[in-house]
């Protein structure tokens, strides 16, 4: 009705973030001074006014229904005059200027089934993609191995006892819409067989887009029944699924053969060392819904192993690097297989290229 | 009465554990929302079979708008009409993700009037994600938005939707304001992104220090990385507090610095700030004794992305530094340069970083009218295969 009697807008862009902010961040804004961890999933930042704003953070399961985003808005009204935001990791954070209220908040979001956690040396809530709630080319659902993984590390979480901070992604296919590939594990979805072709390709489907869509040229035009369609080189297939991505009679589902891969060490921070990518820890694991048994396991086993032996500060990637990948598959029980070495471009620059060897 | 509600077994697993589950929130959902019972049906049929059933099919989207919906069709329509069209709206989110309980609520109200009921807080380009409503809801839920406030996000070869970490509203570690730069240019280019005018998508992101928190450098062909240029700020009494409270200053800090730039004699930090690599480790685990320095700024990285096409890739550095009061127009004129080159010569679904890897860079700095500078590279090359080229007119 709105859109019949007022003009029709365009290009307006997101609302301006100032209006969202709590009246203590306005007033301080850019003018910080430090923070300190009060507790798992509690923040303190003091600014240079002296002023206090603390941070109450609570994972979700980052698909939320408008009921439950009622509820936040219920309780950002009852303890943080209206004021929350969320996380890059899909947490839910309320903005408090009293800190009398955050016990009362916490033990309510406990209560409602919001774990308050998340900080400091805890593992946080997993960054993850669609999967079977909304993608089409996902090799295993998403939300469900979040969901498995974060029951089973829960009090990792809750408590802040790791060496370091510890970043979980999940990603469903080789597309990885999550920063899965920087990640200190990360959980892959993965097809394992080319593309089925489809007798006769859609309108949607063009031949030279087809092509051009496959990273590694395994996609070549052929003639099928007279007409132009496409053949692919398996031997060149490694699965992506980027063809399905452009052409819907490619499909890559398979029940028995899509499954999980493992990797790990991965960061995005520049704290201490470089970034890093993730690297393979297990090629390949069953796909096993409703509760992936042997994922929830082989990650248990990373985040105890790592628990363990690293040293303060360092990340699964750094403590890696200090004990050398032997050591890793040696500690985990995890098998190195051939699949573990590149034969991908750059592959020469993961060869051991010195003599350095632990014994 | 008959009871109707999906059964759903092996779904009903996903709600025991003590993590708040998603499954918990569909059903919530389907209270009021035939469309996310029927994602519950499909989403079962998906466990019991190990195979997801939605597919493409044609696009779908807003009058005027090439981007901002991802249109999605169930493979099993007939059994599951009501999510036989379960299309995304991607609404671009405040910066910084903040919120009022009444802007969260506007939301859910023209959610509830023209979608599923569902949402994603947040997709992982950031944009608030309304999940699944028909092709003919599209229009109104869009208008309804806007009035509003609120406009789309990208999707598809356009400019995706910027993003930015908490930056000057909540942390003391903001080298420069990450929501107003996230801000001023997703105004800047609301064309390319609601109408695709790439070989592929071209993602921003802002993060305010070298710690990161938006991933910038690994999920963004610009990432723009806070930083500052000057020392280390240093609060002496500060720092022997810590120490007395026992942390191992030696130990936690000085042994783990990047380039060893730090010593500690048991009373004095001193810093060989020339030779610090900005990596923020010791100000992380000493808050309140170091501080970025005062001229702050970010460097300005290039070419992050996923593995589609030819590999993964992190940004790499294009400007070592920019002061914080002249990103906005240096990022302009630099990234009308990059579009410029990138429409010139990039190939369709090659993201700025592969057609780097494919002319070389020095190819585009050349293209993009950057001089180079050692801190573009880990190394100079150590290979002698240097294509030389022919001395310019009026050069020696």
């Given at each position: 009705m709105s859109a019949t009697t007022q003009p029709r807008l365009t290009d307006i862009g997101p609302p301006h973030y100032e209006k969202y902010l709590h009246p203590l961040i306005k007033k301080n804004y850019g003018q910080w001074k430090y923070h300190e961890n009060l507790a798992p999933g509690i923040y303190c930042h003091v600014a240079e006014s002296g002023d206090r704003i603390y941070t109450v953070r609570a994972g979700t399961p980052r698909l939320l229904s408008i009921q439950t985003l009622r509820i936040f808005a219920d309780l950002a009204d009852k303890y943080s005059g209206g004021y929350l935001r969320f996380t890059s990791r899909n947490n839910l954070e309320f903005l408090l200027d009293d800190p009398a209220r955050i016990e009362p908040l916490k033990q309510e979001l406990i209560a409602l089934g919001y774990p308050v956690g998340g900080t400091n040396n805890a593992i946080s809530n997993i960054v993850h993609t669609q999967g079977w709630i909304h993608c089409h080319s996902s090799a295993t659902d998403a939300s469900g191995l979040v969901k498995c993984v974060m029951d089973a590390v829960y009090d990792r979480f809750t408590h802040e006892d790791l060496p370091a901070k510890l970043r979980i992604a999940v990603a469903c296919c080789l597309n990885m819409c999550g920063a899965v590939h920087c990640s200190d594990i990360a959980i892959l979805g993965v097809h394992r067989l080319p593309p089925k072709i489809q007798p006769t390709l859609p309108r949607v489907c063009e031949v030279p887009t087809l092509i051009a869509a496959c990273p590694t040229g395994a996609i070549r035009p052929a003639t099928v029944d007279g007409k132009n369609s496409v053949a692919v080189v398996e031997q060149q297939c490694m699965y992506c699924g980027n063809c399905y991505t452009v052409c819907p009679a490619m499909p890559m589902n398979d029940a028995e053969n899509d499954g999980l891969s493992i990797w790990v060490g991965g960061k995005v921070s520049n704290a201490r060392s470089a970034p890093m990518f993730s690297k393979l820890a297990i090629p390949f694991l069953p796909n096993n819904p409703p509760r992936w048994p042997e994922v929830v396991e082989a990650v248990v086993k990373i985040v105890d192993v790592y628990a363990k032996h690293a040293r303060k500060y360092e990340r699964v990637g750094e403590w890696i690097e200090r004990i050398g990948w032997p050591r890793f598959f040696q500690l985990t029980g995890f098998e190195f297989t051939r699949y573990h070495i590149d034969d991908f471009k750059h592959a020469a620059l993961t060869y051991a290229r010195s003599a350095h060897v632990r014994y | 009465m008959p009871d109707d509600r999906p059964k759903t077994e092996l779904l009903d697993e996903l709600e025991k554990g003590p993590w708040p589950s998603f499954v918990k929130e569909i059903k919530s959902a389907g209270q009021t929302s035939a469309s996310a019972q029927d994602l519950l049906r499909q989403l079962e049929l998906s466990y019991q079979e190990k195979k997801g059933h939605w597919k493409h099919g044609g696009l779908v989207g807003v009058l005027g708008y090439g981007g901002g919906v991802i249109g999605r069709y169930s493979d099993a329509g007939e059994q599951f009409p009501d999510v036989a069209q379960f299309h995304t709206i991607r609404v671009n989110q405040p910066a910084g993700w903040f919120y009022t309980s009444e802007a969260l609520r506007t939301i859910c109200d023209i959610w509830e009037r023209h979608g599923s009921g569902l949402t994603n807080m947040h997709g992982s380009t950031g944009d608030l994600i309304l999940l699944g409503t028909r092709t003919a809801e599209l229009e109104p839920a869009f208008q309804e938005l806007a009035q509003a406030g609120f406009d789309l996000g990208g999707s598809g070869s356009s400019f995706r939707t910027p993003s930015c970490c908490v930056g000057m509203a909540r942390c003391e570690w903001a080298c420069y304001d990450a929501m107003k730069l996230c801000y001023d240019l997703t105004m800047a280019y609301q064309d390319e992104m609601h109408r695709p005018p790439f070989p592929y998508k071209f993602k921003v992101k802002c993060a305010?220090?070298?710690?990161d928190c938006v991933a910038a450098i690994a999920r963004a062909d610009l990432s723009i990385i806070g930083t500052w240029r000057d020392d280390i700020q240093v609060d002496e009494s500060a720092v022997t507090g810590y120490a007395s409270a026992g942390l191992n200053i030696q130990k936690d800090v000085c042994d783990l610095c990047p380039s060893r730039c730090m010593a500690w004699d048991g009373h004095k930090l001193s810093i060989e700030n020339r030779e610090c690599v900005r990596c923020m480790h010791c100000i992380n685990v000493m808050p309140k004794a170091l501080r970025p320095g005062k001229e702050r700024g970010a460097v300005i990285m290039i070419g992050g992305k996923a593995p589609i096409m030819q590999g993964a890739l992190l940004s790499s550095v294009l400007v070592p530094f920019v002061p914080a009061d002249e990103l906005l127009d240096t990022l302009k004129e630099l990234i009308r340069r990059v579009w410029d080159f990138w429409d010139e010569y990039g190939n369709n679904r090659e993201r700025v970083g592969e057609l780097i890897q494919r002319v070389g860079l020095p190819a585009f700095l050349d293209g993009i009218g950057l001089d180079p500078v050692p801190e573009m590279v880990s190394a100079p090359r150590d290979n002698p295969y240097i294509f030389y080229q022919a001395a310019k007119e009026g050069e020696k």
């Open positions: - | 305010a220090c070298p710690n």
